[in-house]
């Protein structure tokens, strides 16, 4: 309810299309204006999986944005947060749209090419014919390569552009008119330095075990699922501004083979040390080695489903597991949900189906 009200605060005009809560419909609003929008979620609200659908109007408005609304659908955690982020997306492209119209006096290009030779050509990405749009690149103390975007508007420098940068926190500039491109440069430069342990700590995750999901992550990523053993795995969701802190932890697999894991994170937990890294740390408290990617192949413990014969569906994963210790089959949640309001003998309670594995019968 608390989630339902919050949505309807920020979007009173987008409302729900079933009892489910998986389909809205409506409008969502910026600067004065109402576009038409559809949202349909997959039956476990996993937002990574949603399909937005737009009238031709906003699509088109939105058309330089599609890589930027993909990555905050894989990091928001709700439909709220990642409404809020589409306003914001919104705002900024249609005061973008506007300034196309709006001509740049002499003085804007002549100040902008100063900033960027102050600068130095050697920072910059890309930069587009009008000079609205510019790419800068810059490396963290660790060699990693990251990139900001800038939109200008016609009234640079005396109004800041609007920055768009691949984080997992939000990045707000401090900005006066005399401030230029570098000022954002070094600012850019300080909080990727700020975030140092929170990539560290994922590219470990990443480098040492095999992730299951998401399968090309994004530097806003905070969530990883990677596999602990046959059709077992845990789901880390890691808070970017205190990363050597115990994170949340969701145990994926039978119930045999997941429970002593969630005893042992219980058990120890009190002896999560913040002066050594996330990973080593699970590794003591779950008193356990992840399967090695220099000695296994991912193809060792990620099965097929054993409904469509496929490993990703739509970008997901098996993650149900048959609970019998003799099947073990994983599925995905999708083709089991829809296996299971077929069969007869199925019965459901609230939001949860209950019925045989596909596989064993059990």
């Known amino acids: ?109 002549s100040c902008l090419v100063k900033d960027l030779e ?20 810059a490396e963290d103390s660790c060699g990693r390569q990251h990139l900001i975007s800038l939109k200008l508007n016609a009234k640079y420098p005396t109004e800041p552009p609007d920055c768009l940068v691949d984080f997992p926190v939000r990045f707000a500039i401090s900005w006066m008119p005399q401030n230029s491109l570098i000022d954002i440069y070094n600012q850019f430069l300080v909080a990727l330095e700020s975030l140092k342990d929170f990539w560290d700590a994922m590219d470990e995750i990443d ?44 145990f994926l697999g039978a119930e045999h083979a997941v429970n002593p894991l969630r005893l042992k994170l219980n058990n120890n ?21 992840f399967p090695s990617r220099a000695v296994l192949e991912k193809s060792d ?12 569906l739509d970008g997901a994963t098996p993650d149900q597991v048959c609970d019998d210790p003799r099947c073990g089959q994983p599925y995905h949640q999708a083709c089991l949900y829809e296996w299971l309001q077929g069969l007869p003998s199925s019965r459901q309670s609230f939001n949860v189906i209950f019925g045989e594995c596909p596989y064993c019968n059990k």
Request: overall charge positive; proline content about 6%; some cysteine.
């Open 207 to 250: 480098g040492k075990t095999w992730v299951l999901e998401p399968e090309n992550p994004t530097r806003s990523a905070t969530r990883r699922r990677f596999a602990i053993g046959n059709n077992i795995s845990v789901n880390v969701e890691v808070d970017p501004r205190h990363p050597n802190m115990l994170p949340e932890c969701y």
């Open 301 to 312: 413990f990620a099965k097929d489903c054993g409904i469509c014969y496929a490993y990703r």
């Open 118 to 137: 102050i600068l130095g050509w050697n920072k910059v990405a890309y930069v587009d014919t009008g000079l609205t749009t510019i790419k800068l690149k």
């Open 1 to 109: 309810m608390a989630a339902s009200g919050a949505l309807v605060r920020q979007c009173p005009l987008l409302l729900p299309q079933n009892r489910e809560g998986t389909a809205y419909e409506g409008f969502v609003t910026a600067q004065g204006r109402d576009f038409h929008i559809r949202i349909l979620l997959p039956t476990d609200f996993q937002l990574k999986n949603a399909r937005i659908e737009c009238s031709w109007h906003l699509k088109k408005i939105l058309h330089g944005y599609h890589h930027i609304l993909k990555q905050r659908l894989h990091s928001c955690l709700d439909l709220v947060s990642f409404m809020v982020e589409l306003k914001t997306i919104l705002e900024i492209a249609l005061k973008n749209t506007q300034d196309l119209h709006i001509p740049r006096p002499p003085e804007y290009y």
């Open 269 to 289: 937990m009190h002896l999560w040390d913040p002066e050594i890294s996330l990973l080593q740390n699970l590794k003591e408290l779950l008193e356990i080695d």
